[in-house]
């Protein structure tokens, strides 16, 4: 198995992925969305493939802190097909963060995973993440550049 960069030929079973996760219909713009997360200086965007397979993918951002020393990266999403789990993917896939969170001066690395996803829980728990309280959010009504 291994982790590269994502590709656009990459799309659909992404986009199968997340909708394994909850995140149905992402078809219509999935492929955007890959573009800018593959244009964007701030983020990375990997699959682990098996067998010509992606078997899983993760997505991470870069945030630069004004007031601590170190910066932190983000990982947006982190998904492994259902038939795989518990085999190492999710594992691999977040070494590979860890190590590129490393070579961009990351001190740390945050998640947001929902309550109702206790496994996913145990799982971060068991690589060292801990809880940290409380996550805020506010939705936007916004004229996004989607709609120009």
């Not at 990459?10 to 997360?37: C, H, N, S, V």
């Not at 990266?73 to 999710?90: H, M």
């Amino acid at each position: 198995m291994q982790v590269r960069n994502a590709r656009q030929e990459d799309a659909d079973r992404i986009a199968g992925l997340l909708a394994q996760l909850g995140y149905p219909g992402t078809e219509p713009f999935i492929r955007g969305k890959i573009e800018a997360l593959l244009g964007h200086p701030d983020a990375e965007l990997a699959v682990a493939v098996e067998n010509d397979l992606v078997v899983g993918f993760i997505s991470m951002h870069f945030i630069p802190q004004i007031a601590l020393p170190g910066d932190f990266a983000r990982i947006s999403y982190l998904c492994v097909d259902e038939s795989v789990k518990g085999s190492g993917v999710g594992h691999l896939l977040e070494e590979w963060c860890e190590r590129i969170a490393n070579e961009q001066g990351c001190d740390r690395i945050e998640l947001h995973c929902h309550s109702r996803r206790e496994a996913a829980h145990r799982f971060y728990y068991r690589l060292g993440y801990e809880e940290s309280p409380k996550y805020l959010m506010k939705t936007v009504q916004t004229t996004g550049k989607d709609e120009q």
